[in-house]
């Protein structure tokens, strides 16, 4: 059988597989150091457990900033510049982790790499938005997320064979490398971006109109409802995966290990999902993706609350297991649904901004989600954790098709060329159908 992802990947402008291969690269380097940052800062700096955890939530707040602050810069100076300053910084910070003594350096390292975080975000997206157009976004959507997770798989397999406690100069060079890979990453992004498009396209060789602020963000009522359903999909699933989740193992007095092999089953599910299937995932409607997320996410939640009431520690690892499974499926979904939702309702001269506002309202969410999850899980029944977030995960479903209602600038409007219709990288299988989400990317 015809590998899809293989196939679609052939078909991208080498502008676009530059921008993919590049955010490889980072991601190579990011999963050398993300699982370890708290082990890092606490076995290795000698730094309290909370001060450790403080600098997580500070790189999350960091990153709030870091999304619309790019996404300003991306539309009313240069793309090119923004990305090169948010490669550097996020090297700066990354790296300066291997210098860390005290709880004031963490801070500062962390605020560094959380702005560039965010900004790192809106620049990718941006980038790729204004590289295809139509079904081949949602397709190089996909395709990223596939490289995201294969990268920081691999990442996190070498720093989990070379990194030890024991040897405070492991972790430093990790760190080291890890800025090396921003660098090099960056230094491909530069040249990408710095090429001319791949074909014409007047709405960006135009002055962008009106406000240069957020404003013209804040006007737009289909995008706010995109943000709004985002941060809400953020609280009830995304911003648990890595807190409220282990967490409940952990009040349950499960396994540590369950976890461990719960990622592995969700990493290997996403990359073998969006591998064997993106064509048709990046083919079907945001809105149909979005309620698939949902879907899956609150069946997940069933089978966490399963395992909650079980007595089995087998039946416990098992379902665990099962539902960061099932979880990978709302995830590979939503890799190609939001981004290519936001990036429909955007035309070109504003969608560096409106990415930015995407990267705040994940960041946001990712913020909320965790310190809604803690309190449910310390309120003494565990079990409302799932409750209350698969219910949540159920509204979000029956929301999600309002959504399909939402429409943005036409693309085969903006970005009529000379070239023969059969062009892939810009045709858009939903143009001539009335109930569409959009009708492309607004070049």
């Not at 980072?26 to 076995?43: A, E, K, N």
């Not at 969700?266 to 990046?282: E, G, H, K, Y």
């Amino acid at each position: 059988m015809k590998i899809q992802s293989v196939a679609a990947l052939r078909q991208l402008p080498p502008r676009t597989r530059a921008v993919m291969g590049a955010n490889l690269v980072s991601s190579v380097g990011t999963g050398l150091v993300q699982p370890f940052l708290v082990l890092y800062l606490t076995r290795v700096r000698g730094l309290p457990v909370g001060a450790a955890t403080a600098v997580i939530s500070v790189i999350a707040v960091a990153s709030l900033l870091g999304g619309p602050l790019a996404g300003r810069l991306a539309d009313g100076r240069s793309l090119r510049a923004t990305a090169a300053a948010a490669m550097a910084l996020a090297a700066l910070g990354t790296a300066s982790f291997a210098l860390v003594t005290g709880v004031g350096g963490a801070v500062l390292a962390g605020s560094a790499y959380g702005l560039a975080y965010g900004a790192m975000l809106s620049v990718w997206n941006t980038a790729i938005g204004r590289s295809v157009t139509g079904e081949a976004r949602s397709t190089v959507f996909g395709l990223q997320f596939v490289g995201l997770n294969a990268g920081v798989g691999l990442g996190g397999l070498l720093g989990g064979i070379f990194a030890s406690t024991a040897d405070p100069g492991r972790f430093q060079l990790l760190y080291v490398c890890d800025g090396l890979s921003f660098l090099a990453a960056g230094a491909v992004l530069v040249l990408a971006v710095g090429r001319g498009p791949e074909r014409p396209d007047p709405a960006a060789a135009e002055p962008a109109a009106g406000p240069r602020g957020y404003a013209v963000v804040l006007r737009d009522r289909a995008l706010l409802k995109v943000l709004a359903f985002t941060v809400a999909l953020m609280v009830v699933g995304y911003g648990q995966l890595e807190s409220s989740i282990p967490g409940l193992v952990a009040v349950r007095g499960m396994d540590a290990r369950i976890m461990a092999w719960g990622f592995v089953a969700n990493t290997c599910c996403i990359v073998l999902i969006q591998f064997a299937a993106v064509t048709r995932i990046s083919r079907s409607r945001p809105a149909v993706l979005l309620a698939g997320t949902a879907g899956s996410w609150a069946a997940s939640w069933l089978l966490l609350l399963l395992a909650t009431v079980s007595s089995s520690t087998a039946v416990q690892a098992a379902l665990v297991i099962g539902a960061l499974a099932v979880f990978a499926v709302g995830e590979a979904l939503l890799a190609v649904a939001l981004p290519t939702l936001v990036n429909t309702l955007a035309s070109d001269p504003v969608r560096g901004r409106y990415n930015g506002a995407y990267s705040a309202a994940m960041s946001g969410g990712l913020v909320l989600g965790p310190l809604l999850g803690g309190r449910l899980l310390t309120g003494g029944q565990p079990w409302l954790l799932a409750v209350v977030l698969g219910a949540g995960c159920v509204a979000c479903v029956a929301l999600a098709p309002r959504l399909g209602r939402l429409h943005g600038p036409s693309d085969s409007a903006q970005t009529a060329a000379p070239e023969a219709p059969d062009d892939r990288h810009t045709s858009d299988p939903y143009e001539n159908e009335p109930q569409r989400l959009g009708s492309g990317g607004g070049r």
